[in-house]
């Protein structure tokens, strides 16, 4: 049994694009196969007129990656160009966010940016125009910091979802500690949390099951490169955010710029972590082995962003 999945898992390899293979050298060249508009300079408006459909932005994220600098983007350009409506998803369950989602994308006759936590799933079935874009964090900076947000929060203002963490009660304790008593923090279903958000679920089956680890990490290989724009680091976010303007320019446009601005204003600050403390040299250790899936797959994500990064001449 383990020689067939070995064999199937070499073979779904083989079948990923050929430009992920080890000895490829990539020529200069239209890294996506994308419609027009993801080329255009045109405005939204003309090029959603002339062309094609609204254009439907769907921004899934991890906690904790910094997405709600984007978002933010997203909103200050919004205002000053009504170019697409903006809406947030966060407080919803993952069941009522795939409604939601689907009552806009079935709906709405403008463009949207929608922001929300939940796993990719494969809206196409919904006869509108999706683009998927994400980022991801290195996987145990964003654990550990995952793990002091829940606790302490950050500087903005008190909302639904800190009312929520209170109400849990929890303990004031570290990562570190923590993760010396083998506690909640270092869950098993948390330490390949990139990987299960990629792979995609499909939530109306209330019995499905993932499947093994290995083929979920070659499904989120492929999800990532035949359903996403782009998937962008948080250590290198001007980079996500120009790539993002120059593969969609008519959607994407003064995204750069606003965030340049922003970032002066000190606009993003309000959402550090408080209280975030690093782990231990040994702690780390073991935690990239324990977490060698999402390593993988943030590894693959780098290895990707860089080569798109460098076809785009960011």
């Known amino acids: 049994m383990f020689t067939f999945l070995a064999s199937l898992i070499t073979l779904e390899v083989h079948r990923l694009p050929r430009r992920f293979h080890p000895r490829y050298r990539p020529a200069k060249q239209n890294y996506f196969n994308f419609p027009a508009y993801r080329q255009s300079s045109q405005s939204c408006r003309d090029v959603t007129e002339k062309e094609i459909s609204p254009i439907h932005v769907l921004f899934n994220v991890l906690p904790k ?14 205002r000053k160009t009504d170019r697409y409506a903006v809406y947030n998803t966060m407080l919803l369950q993952n069941e009522t966010k795939i409604a939601k989602i689907e009552g806009i994308l079935k709906t709405s006759n403008v ?35 995952l793990h ?17 963490m209170d109400a849990m009660n929890l303990t004031k304790e570290s990562f570190r500690d923590c993760m010396t008593r083998n506690g909640s ?3 098993e279903w948390l330490l390949w949390s990139n990987v299960k958000y990629f792979c995609g679920i499909n939530f109306a089956d209330e ?15 492929r999800n990532i490169i035949k359903q996403y724009l782009v998937v962008g680091l948080m250590e290198d976010y001007f980079s996500f955010v120009k790539s993002l303007e120059k593969l969609m320019p008519c959607f994407f446009s003064d995204f750069s710029q606003t965030y340049e ?20 040299a040994r702690q780390r250790k073991y935690l990239q082995r324990k977490m060698s899936e999402d390593y993988e797959l943030f590894s693959f994500i780098t290895k990707n962003f860089q080569l798109l990064k460098k076809d785009l001449d960011v």
Not at 66 to 73: A, E, K, M, V
Not at 261 to 280: C, D, I, Q
């Open 148 to 164: 002091y947000f829940k606790i302490y929060g950050d500087a903005t203002k008190y909302g639904p979802f800190r009312a929520k």
């Open 207 to 221: 019995g499905l099951k993932y499947p093994t680890r290995e083929a979920c990490v070659l499904k989120a290989k």
């Open 261 to 280: 601005r922003m970032l002066k204003e000190g606009s993003f600050s309000r959402y550090k972590t408080r209280n975030y403390h690093g782990v231990t």
């Open 185 to 187: 923090c270092v869950a």
């Open 111 to 145: 463009s949207t940016f929608i922001y929300s936590h939940m796993p990719y799933l494969d809206f196409s079935y919904t006869g509108a125009n999706v683009v998927h874009i994400s980022i991801v964090r290195e996987p145990i900076d964003r654990l550990v910091s």
């Open 65 to 78: 990656t910094g997405s709600r600098t984007l978002y933010d983007i997203a909103l200050d350009v919004s």
